[in-house]
């Protein structure tokens, strides 16, 4: 998949384990693509978000701190 600027995706999924295996992949490859990766969330969701992507194998510290990867609720 590749989105151009100014495209946008739509997810379903089914469940909360669905929905982390997918936006953890997706937040993954635009990390490793070397684009910046905005993830907005649920305000009050802040530690749950980064206990997720630290599971699914995303360093949130060093991603927040380099600027690559901004989450924002």
Do not use: C, M
């Not at 590749?2 to 936006?23: A, C, I, N, Q």
């Not at 693509?33 to 599971?55: I, M, Q, T």
């Amino acid at each position: 998949l590749h989105l151009t600027e100014g495209e946008h995706l739509v997810v379903f999924y089914s469940s909360k384990v669905d929905k982390w295996r997918l936006f953890s992949a997706y937040i993954r490859q635009g990390l490793r693509n070397g684009d910046r990766v905005v993830y907005a969330y649920p305000n009050g969701d802040s530690e749950v978000v980064r206990k997720r992507l630290k599971e699914h194998r995303i360093d949130v510290e060093k991603r927040e701190k380099n600027g690559s990867l901004v989450l924002v609720s």
